[in-house]
């Protein structure tokens, strides 16, 4: 049966595009949706600035004349200028469990780089590492968490029979926080807190975040700049990010160090599990969204570790016990009986070692694919 690619050229085909996946996904009684409401602004080149520095294009294929596949070509003008690369990334790439389909969406990719002088093709990889990345490939079983991919087992069998390989993997872990963390945290804690050059802030309510928000961003640009994939974000960048997760943040899981002179040199946030409540609204926000999705959080016994970061002058000197302990302080007195990582790459060697002090278990894997494209 013939396959067709078609261009997303209208806000019907866009409609089509964002829920196909609700329909492929069907009977995965795993499968998070996407929060409905932040996809129509994550596909809006007026609200989300990374279309005016990155060349896009959505297709749909079609297969019996019913939509059967989607996926999305990327080119980072701003990253391969800055790495020297000429590379073309494909995201959000799902179908039905059929190889003509699949092969027919990345091929359409391939060429589409192709003609625009790119050699290497890579993804699922999104705008930037801030975006989900990569596939599953372990943990299928386990609960789906925001910000990560969740796909059906099938599709990076379908990559790899397109003759893709492995770029790079994505590991996420998870750690008891009533058994699983030994006392030597705690002891570290003791010792490092005692440190008047640093100070361990904490937060009662959002309003009092506020003012670390910036901060919080610029250190991010600094520390993650040699991270795959990573590209720093701008002042317009860090406000879309804020208006995005700022509501969903609860202060009670946000920890900040500032050295002496009150300058912020390290962070970390969690945020309760809502993965529950966001499948039960099904991604809507309302009616009754928004209810499922606090009821979710405030019920769960799992935090999820989002992003963190210290300053590389202040590494090795104890602050990750600092914050980790109070951390883990927090999610007990909440109830909370386990925390599961954000991605970790597996070369990031010293986050791996902090992860194995703390009593951490592989918990998922997801894999970022390549493929050559030309020469």
């Known amino acids: 049966m013939t396959v067709t690619i078609r261009q997303v050229n209208t806000r019907s085909d866009l409609r089509t595009y964002i829920y196909l996946p609700e329909h492929i996904h069907k009977n995965h009684s795993n499968w998070l949706p996407p929060i409905y409401m932040d996809e129509w602004i994550y596909y809006?080149?007026?609200?989300?600035?990374?279309?005016?520095?990155?060349?896009?294009?959505?297709?749909?294929?079609?297969?019996?004349?019913?939509?059967?596949?989607?996926?999305?070509?990327?080119?980072?003008?701003?990253?391969?200028?800055?790495?020297?690369?000429?590379?073309?990334?494909?995201?959000?790439?799902?179908?039905?469990?059929?190889?003509?389909?699949?092969?027919?969406?990345?091929h359409t990719v391939e060429e589409w780089g192709k003609s625009k002088g790119m050699i290497e093709i890579v993804g699922?990889?999104?705008?930037?590492?801030?975006?989900?990345?990569?596939?599953?490939?372990?943990g299928f079983d386990k609960l789906p968490i925001l910000v990560t991919p969740c796909n059906l087992p099938y599709l990076?069998?379908?990559?790899?029979?397109?003759?893709?390989?492995?770029?790079?993997?994505?590991?996420?872990?998870?750690?008891?926080?009533?058994?699983?963390?030994?006392?030597?945290y705690a002891r570290i804690y003791e010792r490092v807190k005692r440190n008047a050059n640093f100070q361990l802030k904490e937060f009662r309510k959002t309003s009092e975040l506020k003012p670390y928000i910036g901060p919080v961003f610029y250190l991010i640009n600094e520390t993650y700049k040699d991270i795959y994939g990573f590209q720093p974000l701008d002042d317009r960048e860090i406000k879309e990010m804020v208006d995005r997760y700022l509501m969903l943040l609860d202060p009670r899981f946000v920890k900040v160090v500032l050295?002496?002179?009150?300058?912020?040199?390290?962070?970390?946030?969690?945020?309760?599990?809502?993965?529950?409540?966001?499948?039960?609204?099904?991604?809507?926000?309302?009616?009754?969204?928004?209810?499922?999705?606090?009821?979710?959080a405030k019920k769960t016994k799992q935090l999820d570790l989002m992003l963190g970061a210290i300053d590389e002058?202040?590494?090795?000197?104890?602050?990750?016990?600092?914050m980790g302990w109070k951390m883990i302080e927090s999610a007990r007195q909440a109830g909370i009986e386990t925390l599961e990582t954000h991605l970790v790459l597996e070369t990031n060697t010293r986050m791996l070692a902090e992860y194995e002090k703390m009593g951490a278990r592989l918990h998922k894997r997801f894999?970022?694919?390549?493929?050559?494209?030309?020469d």
């Open 44 to 106: 809006n080149p007026k609200k989300n600035k990374a279309f005016s520095f990155c060349d896009t294009c959505l297709w749909l294929a079609y297969k019996a004349g019913k939509p059967a596949g989607r996926i999305m070509g990327i080119i980072n003008r701003t990253y391969n200028e800055l790495k020297g690369e000429k590379t073309v990334r494909f995201e959000h790439f799902d179908c039905y469990d059929d190889t003509e389909v699949a092969h027919a969406l990345l």
């Open 124 to 138: 699922p990889f999104g705008f930037s590492d801030k975006d989900p990345e990569g596939l599953q490939i372990e």
């Open 156 to 184: 990076p069998v379908l990559l790899e029979a397109a003759g893709y390989e492995k770029k790079i993997d994505c590991l996420d872990f998870i750690i008891d926080v009533r058994s699983g963390v030994t006392d030597l």
């Open 259 to 296: 050295d002496e002179n009150g300058k912020l040199i390290a962070f970390i946030v969690g945020l309760p599990n809502m993965t529950k409540g966001i499948q039960k609204a099904r991604g809507q926000l309302f009616p009754l969204g928004l209810y499922y999705i606090w009821r979710a």
């Open 313 to 322: 002058r202040y590494r090795g000197r104890g602050i990750d016990m600092l």
């Open 367 to 374: 894999r970022v694919y390549r493929k050559r494209v030309g």
